[in-house]
């Protein structure tokens, strides 16, 4: 046994603190170790200490214990391997992890950005009430040198800021989604002279609803000057988690987001062009937290740990914050209904006879187009979350193209929401 022990101890090793006054505990835990029944995870050991294991093997690092795992990679996950009909990843010895993916979703996207051969393309779906990672899909026709996609944050966030312009602004008691907005020249000018009020010039006008379905520009910035301070738009964007690091089980980069006290940076950050950066995880995150009133959940993408059948770790939900109130959530899950319904995802979600891909769905969602340059390219920016009545996934994609456009990110929602409720479908919606 003690010789088994050491082998294993090669590529496995077991970390816990020690307190000063332990040297009976360090002989108790050597008489364990010894007596321990062919098992390398120790689990006879019941002593107070956290034990956190960590094995690393075929590219894979992993590290957890009762309570929590984490799971590091030089490549992306393959999410090839399956047992029960869910993906997993098979250590020696019989230990093996199981993922919360969805396979029937992640094979869907994995095959429809390899269809449109997109330059870069990431896809996320998350549980809003859970946090299960329902798919992380990325795909790149410049190689293999681009790794990640999904986790990386250097992504401008574009018009998806939006949101955050208007949750603070109804959080703070300034608007409400029938508010009417007026300014001069079109939906997407945003000047020093259409941003600044002047009634003689300020003939058009919008409610702030409507404003986040077509994503007009200037009606954000014009919000956010008139009630907002860059103190206070900064404020919302940390509770939705930019400037933080994502409690997640794969390293994830940070989403930043910084505005100077300036009429020019509020104007424009308001409005999407901004500072700031976004991850597509992150992006799910934030359309979960809307689609789950308010509350933001961690994102978990490894379900169980287990050794020879035995269960090491079980996902548990974890509520971290509460990011916005259920009353502002929803205000902001109706505004999102208008980019679907009369908005820039109209032609996306409905056919040109005015029927709706997802009959019966509500669906909530907020677009964002950008140019970028890591990697360089036009963004196209979709999430969303459904249905909107009692929302069970919600989605973010993001469509990097160059020089010509392959697809939309909001294409590759309603291709995910297809998938998805297709095979999860509530009994009173249908699905063409």
């Not at 609803?209 to 520009?217: E, R, T, W």
């Not at 404020?235 to 089980?249: I, P, Q, T, V």
């Not at 505005?259 to 992150?282: Q, W």
């Not at 040109?352 to 964002?368: F, M, P, Q, S």
Request: aromatic share 10%; charged share 25%; net charge positive.
């Amino acid at each position: 046994m003690e010789q088994r022990w050491r082998e294993y101890q090669k590529r496995f090793t077991w970390h816990r603190k020690i307190p000063r006054k332990t040297p009976f505990i360090l002989v108790l835990a050597a008489v364990i170790i010894s007596l321990a029944a062919g098992s390398p995870f120790l689990d006879t050991f019941d002593l107070s200490q956290k034990i956190r294991y960590t094995i690393e093997e075929n590219g894979l690092r992993l590290s957890f214990d009762e309570e929590s795992a984490r799971i590091e990679s030089e490549t992306p996950i393959l999410f090839k391997e399956k047992m029960e009909d869910k993906f997993v990843s098979n250590f020696e010895n019989g230990l093996s992890v199981t993922y919360t993916i969805d396979p029937l979703l992640q094979e869907k996207m994995t095959d429809f950005f390899a269809k449109y051969k997109v330059p870069y393309g990431a896809f996320v779906a998350i549980s809003p009430k859970t946090g299960k990672v329902l798919a992380m899909v990325e795909h790149s026709e410049k190689g293999s040198g681009d790794q990640h996609l999904a986790l990386r944050a250097t992504y401008p966030a574009a018009s998806l800021f939006k949101l955050i312009t208007a949750a603070a602004a109804i959080e703070n008691g300034k608007v409400e989604p029938e508010t009417v907005i007026r300014f001069n020249g079109g939906l997407y000018t945003l000047t020093p002279r259409n941003w600044v009020d002047n009634p003689k010039r300020d003939k058009n006008k919008i409610t702030l609803a409507d404003a986040m379905g077509k994503s007009c520009n200037v009606a954000f910035a014009k919000v956010a000057l008139k009630w907002l301070g860059a103190g206070d738009i900064l404020h919302y964007a940390e509770n939705f988690g930019f400037n933080k690091a994502l409690d997640f089980d794969l390293p994830v980069q940070m989403s930043q987001a910084s505005i100077e006290d300036t009429e020019e940076s509020i104007a424009k950050t308001a409005a999407g062009f901004g500072n700031v950066t976004l991850s597509p995880l992150h992006g799910a995150l934030i359309a979960s937290v809307i689609g789950n009133d308010g509350k933001m959940i961690a994102p978990r993408i490894i379900e169980k740990i287990s050794l020879n059948g035995r269960e090491l770790y079980n996902f548990k939900i974890k509520e971290l914050d509460t990011c916005i109130s259920t009353e502002t959530a929803g205000k902001l899950k109706y505004m999102m209904t208008k980019t679907i319904e009369s908005g820039t995802s109209r032609h996306t979600f409905y056919t040109r006879k005015g029927r709706a891909y997802l009959k019966d769905i509500t669906i909530g969602g907020k677009t964002g187009t950008l140019e970028g340059d890591n990697p360089p390219g036009d963004y196209s920016w979709f999430i969303g979350m459904a249905p909107l009545e009692d929302p069970e996934i919600a989605v973010a994609a993001l469509v990097i193209n160059q020089p010509a456009w392959q697809i939309k990110a909001s294409v590759a929602a309603r291709e995910a929401l297809l998938t998805y409720f297709k095979s999860n479908r509530p009994k009173t919606a249908s699905v063409q």
